[in-house]
């Protein structure tokens, strides 16, 4: 049974976890960054289908993540609808299109060139599913009213974290793009007002042959510091 009771007026509950030895801590976070470490971000999808009720579970893990005030300031949309996969990917490449060859700057195309990206975007067709992540810049009362919403970026960006974790731990893949400008969202898929495109994350099951750029990760000196 779990305990409930009300501090300052509110109910809480009692929280229990269960803690592992140390010696199992270690071996465990050993194993899930080894784990981790295999993700990748990838281009080239099959468009075998994916269940649902699969997509629907990594977006209720996605929606655990914490957030500013518990508002969870975010919109799953879910698309595996051709005929919109497909309006999506031609107002994506319209916009991409745009970006290569007039909006981003030499510097950023240089950064880009060891990924081999382009505007095209197939993907946004081939992949079963399409998670379009909207953020809300204010939440909408049920009296009609706009309420405060905190740290909506900080809150959606850990939200996708936990997706893509998800998405990785069911044995799948994804992309996390961000066409730009990416308004497009919001009109195709007839979104309201207080909410702004924030990600899209094609999901599926990599091609049969499926490349990625040959990246390696920081070490540990490069990215943290002991105090
Ligand atoms: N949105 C473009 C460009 C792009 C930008 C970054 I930063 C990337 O890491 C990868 C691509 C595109 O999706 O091609």
Same mark, same amino acid.
């Given at each position: 049974m779990v305990k409930t009771k009300l501090i300052g007026g509110f109910p809480f509950v009692?929280?229990? !976890?269960e803690t592992v030895p140390e010696t199992e801590m270690i071996q465990k976070s050993c194993e899930f960054f080894n784990?981790?470490? !295999?993700?990748?971000?990838?281009?080239?999808?099959?468009?075998?289908?994916?269940?649902q009720t699969v997509i629907e579970q990594l977006i209720l893990t996605a929606s655990t993540a914490p957030s500013g005030a518990h508002k969870q300031p975010w919109t799953f949309c879910a698309v595996s609808d051709p005929l919109i996969k497909r309006q999506i990917r031609e107002a994506a490449e319209k916009e991409e299109e745009e970006s290569y060859q007039h909006r981003m700057p030499e510097e950023w195309l240089a950064d880009l060139r060891p990924l081999q990206t382009d505007w095209k975007k197939p993907f946004l067709e081939t992949a079963p599913w399409l998670i379009v992540v909207f953020r809300k810049s204010y939440e909408l009362k049920p009296d009609g009213s706009r309420g405060q919403v905190y740290y909506a970026n900080e809150s959606c960006g850990l939200a996708c974290?936990?997706?893509?974790?998800a998405i990785h731990h069911a044995g799948l893949?994804?992309?996390t793009h961000t066409p730009s400008p990416m308004q497009f969202l919001s009109r195709i898929?007839?979104?309201p007002e207080e909410e702004k495109p924030f990600l899209l994350i094609p999901v599926g099951y990599p091609a049969p042959e499926c490349w990625v750029p040959d990246i390696k990760r920081k070490q540990m000196p490069e990215i943290c510091v002991f105090y």
């Open positions: 009692q929280y229990t !976890k784990w981790m470490n !295999k993700r990748r971000t990838i281009r080239d999808f099959s468009d075998r289908p994916i269940p974290g936990f997706l893509l974790t893949c994804a992309l898929l007839n979104r």
